[in-house]
């Protein structure tokens, strides 16, 4: 992965937990949430040692 893919994944992931946090509908909330989530695990699937810091 490219450091470009890594800078993105990981803006796209801070993006998505704040707008979680902005949510009033829950269910808008956990998309968010999700989204955050999938971006995170493209980060530790390149490398693992991301799981232990905070990668957003």
Avoid: I
């Avoid at 801070?14 to 968010?32: F, N, P």
């Avoid at 989204?35 to 957003?56: C, F, H, I, N, S």
Wanted: hydrophobic share 35%; aromatic share 6%; with cysteine.
């Amino acid at each position: 992965m490219a450091r470009n893919d890594v800078e993105y994944f990981a803006r796209r992931a801070q993006q998505e937990r704040k707008r979680a946090e902005c949510c009033d509908d829950s269910s808008a909330r956990r998309v968010h949430q999700e989204m955050a989530e999938r971006y995170t695990a493209k980060l530790v699937a390149r490398d693992p040692q991301m799981a232990q810091g905070d990668v957003a």
